[in-house]
C-alpha cells in the first residue's frame, strides 16, 4: 500500500506539473507584463483609446491606419477600441475595462492629459506599457510618445496668418481673435504658444483668444459671435487651433454677415476644411501625414507585445519635467496651393481623394488648382 501511494502521489505531482506548463504556455506573461512568449504575443490584445467624436480625424484616419497596420503585423492581434467622447472619466472606465479584459499595451490618446495620468499609474501596476499618442500625457511613467512637432505646428498657423495680412496690405495694429483648443489638451497649449511665438511680435493686436472646451466647433462659434457683436470690422484676421474651431468660428461671421471674411487657420486637413479652402471661406490649414502617425503607433504596440523597447528619435518632457521617449514627424502648411501635392497625393481621404473634395461645388476650384 505504501509502495502504491507513493507512486499515485508521484504521479500526481507530474500531472499537475504539466498542467501549470500547458497553462504558463497558453497564457504567456501571466501579470501582464508586455515580454510574454512569441505564441502569446502572436495573440496580444492591443487597447486603442482615442478622446473625442468632434474631430473628424480620429474616427476617419487615426482608427482604420492603426487597425489595418496591427494586422498587417500581427494577423493574431486584436485590437481593443474606446472613444472617450469628450469625457475623462468615461476613458478612465474604457482603459480599466481594457485592463481588465488582459490588453498588452494601451495606446491612448488622453482627452485630459492631466487626468489620464492615473489611467497610465493603473497601467504600470499591471506591467502594460503606454504608448502616449498625438497628445502628451503628463506622467514620468508613459512609456513612449508619438506625435508631431506641435508648437512647429502653432507657428505654421500664426506665419501663415501674419504673412496673408501683410500681403493683404492690411496695416500694423489690425485686430485678430484667437480660437485656441482645449485647456485639457497638453497639445492646444504648444499650438498657442507656437502661434503667440509669431502673432506678438507682428505688428498685429490680439483682441480677443478665448480656449474652446473640448475643441467643440459649436462653443467655438458662440464665441466668436459675441466677439463680432462687439469688434465687428476690426476683425481682420482669426486664429483658429483646427478645422473644426476655424468652421465654427467662419459660420458665426457668416451669420453676422461679416464681409469681406477675414482669413481664418486651421489644422488637421479635415475634408470640410479643405472645401472651405477652395471655397475661399477659410485660408489655410496645416496637414499632419495621420497615416505614418498612426502606422508607427502600430508598430510600436507590436513590438512592445513582443517585450522589445526601441529608442525613440528624441525625448520629449512633460509638464511635470518627465523625459519620454518620443517620436514626433514633421507638420505642413497647407494653402490651394498644395492641396494636390499633400493630401490628394497621399491619398489622405482614401484612393478616391480628389473626387471627395472636388464635389459640383468645387469643381472649379479644384480645375483651378489642379486637383484631379
Not at 511680435?201 to 467643440?216: C, H, I, M, R
Not at 499632419?288 to 508607427?296: F, G
Not at 507638420?331 to 497625393?345: A, F, R
Request: charged share 20%; aromatic share 6%; glycine share 10%.
Amino acid at each position: 500500500m505504501k509502495i502504491a501511494t507513493k507512486r499515485a502521489v508521484i504521479a500526481s505531482a507530474a500531472i499537475l506539473l504539466t498542467a501549470v506548463s500547458l497553462t504558463a504556455c497558453s497564457n504567456g506573461s501571466g501579470n501582464g507584463s508586455s515580454g510574454g512568449s512569441t505564441a502569446d504575443s502572436a495573440n496580444a490584445q492591443i487597447g486603442l483609446l482615442l478622446p473625442d467624436s468632434v474631430t473628424a480625424r480620429y474616427e476617419a484616419a487615426d482608427k482604420p491606419f492603426f487597425e489595418a497596420k496591427v494586422k498587417e503585423l500581427c494577423s493574431g492581434c486584436k485590437v481593443l477600441y474606446a472613444n472617450a467622447d469628450g469625457d475623462a472619466s468615461k476613458q478612465q472606465q474604457q482603459a480599466e475595462s481594457m485592463l481588465t479584459q488582459g490588453v498588452k499595451v494601451l495606446v491612448l490618446d488622453p482627452f485630459d492629459g492631466e487626468a489620464a495620468a492615473s489611467i497610465v499609474g493603473e497601467a504600470k501596476a499591471k506591467n502594460v506599457p503606454v504608448i502616449s499618442y498625438d497628445r502628451l500625457i503628463n506622467s514620468p511613467d508613459s512609456n513612449y510618445y508619438i506625435s508631431f512637432d506641435n508648437e512647429k505646428v502653432g507657428k505654421l498657423q500664426g506665419q501663415a496668418l501674419v504673412d496673408k495680412l501683410k500681403k493683404d496690405n492690411v496695416p500694423s495694429g489690425a485686430g485678430i481673435l484667437m480660437v485656441n483648443g482645449s485647456p485639457t489638451d497638453n497639445n492646444a497649449t504648444l499650438f498657442k504658444k507656437g502661434a503667440h511665438s509669431v502673432i506678438d511680435s507682428s505688428g498685429y493686436k490680439v483682441l480677443a483668444e478665448f480656449d474652446t472646451p473640448g475643441w467643440d466647433p459649436a462653443k467655438a462659434q458662440d464665441w466668436v459671435s459675441g466677439q463680432v457683436t462687439q469688434f465687428k470690422d476690426q476683425i481682420k484676421g482669426v486664429y483658429a487651433a483646427n478645422d473644426g474651431t476655424g468652421g465654427g468660428a467662419i459660420a458665426a461671421m457668416k451669420a453676422a454677415n461679416l464681409s469681406p471674411l477675414p482669413p481664418v487657420t486651421g489644422q488637421d486637413a479635415e475634408l470640410a476644411g479643405i472645401q472651405r479652402i477652395l471655397a475661399g471661406d477659410q485660408y489655410m490649414t496645416v496637414y499632419k501625414a495621420l497615416k505614418p502617425e498612426a502606422e508607427k503607433a502600430a508598430e510600436l504596440a507590436v513590438d512592445l507585445t513582443k517585450g522589445n523597447k526601441p529608442k525613440g528619435d528624441t525625448k520629449v518632457d512633460t509638464a511635470g519635467g518627465a523625459s519620454i521617449e518620443s517620436f514626433l514627424l514633421t507638420p505642413v502648411s497647407v494653402t490651394t496651393d498644395n492641396i494636390e501635392s499633400t493630401v490628394v497625393k497621399d491619398e489622405f481621404y482614401g484612393s478616391d481623394s480628389a473626387a471627395k473634395i472636388c464635389t459640383a461645388d468645387y469643381k472649379a476650384a479644384c480645375d483651378k488648382y489642379g486637383i484631379k
